[in-house]
């Protein structure tokens, strides 16, 4: 075997990072299981599209391209930059307004199911 096949087949290795390396690799340093989920599940952008981190399955085994790694974070960020632009564009007060993360909808939702229900317990003569 001569040294530059040796050479090709280090790089085609380095290419590649497990999910382990993924974790490590990735800024804030999240868990391999966030990082097991954003190859399964994938992360809800903030302009409502579901971003997936490609990947390559050898064996049993599970690999990411770096190029990979950097389009999965490039496209995130270019969802946000999306979002961002869109609210500029049709709102000058946009500083004012309140963000839309899946958080806020939560506690907004909640808020109006409670003032359901206490309606509801009100017409019954409960509350």
């Known amino acids: 075997m001569s040294s530059s096949s040796v050479c090709a087949c280090n790089l085609a290795k380095s290419d590649y990072l497990s999910i382990n390396d993924v974790a490590a690799a990735s800024p804030g340093n999240p868990h391999v299981s966030t990082v097991w989920r954003w190859v399964t599940d994938g992360v809800r952008a903030q302009n ?74 009100a017409a019954a003569g409960i509350a």
């Open 48 to 121: 409502g599209k579901r971003v997936f981190l490609d990947f390559t399955r050898v064996g049993r085994r599970i690999y990411v391209p770096r190029t990979a790694l950097e389009a999965f974070f490039a496209e995130l960020r270019s969802a946000t930059e999306q979002v961002r632009s869109a609210d500029s564009e049709s709102d000058d007060s946009s500083h004012l307004s309140q963000p839309t993360t899946p958080r806020r909808r939560r506690l907004a939702r909640r808020q109006r199911d409670h003032l359901a229900a206490m309606d509801e317990l």
